[in-house]
């Protein structure tokens, strides 16, 4: 069983910065590539980033790409998201999930979820 929690989402202005953790205990969550997924009101969950067990291996969505830079930190078992730039069409409730397949962009790739935090760009 592994746990997912999610913070740091919150209100912030089009064109600013925040950074997103997930913390995660549990089975030995380093092991597996971790992603983060957004999905706003009414849209499905989309892809946002992924990275690979050891961190070596970091994807993007196109929407992202050149904003948003995922790392992770595998003493503390945390996975960040930064996001600069911050767009309208950013916002969304963001979700950490552990990958649980070879693919990496829809979220039947991977299993557990946390419960997401929201992110709010004002313009």
């Known amino acids: 069983q592994v746990q997912l929690v999610e913070s740091g989402g919150g209100l912030v202005q089009a064109g600013g910065s925040l950074r997103l953790s997930c913390a995660a205990s549990?089975?030995?969550?380093?092991?597996?590539?971790m992603g983060w997924f957004r999905q706003a009101p009414g849209k499905e969950r989309d892809f946002v980033a992924t990275?690979?067990?050891?961190?070596?291996?970091?994807l993007y969505a196109d929407a992202v790409k050149g904003r948003f830079t995922i790392s992770r930190d595998t003493a503390k078992h945390t996975v960040y998201l930064q996001m600069n730039s911050l767009k309208p069409e950013d916002p969304a409730v963001y979700y950490c999930?552990?990958?649980?397949?070879?693919?990496?962009?829809?979220?039947?790739?991977?299993?557990?979820w946390g419960q997401g935090t929201p992110v709010t760009v004002s313009s």
């Open positions: 549990g089975r030995t969550v380093s092991s597996y590539g």
């Open positions: 990275i690979t067990w050891s961190g070596f291996r970091r």
């Open positions: 999930a552990t990958q649980g397949s070879g693919g990496y962009s829809t979220p039947d790739d991977y299993d557990y």
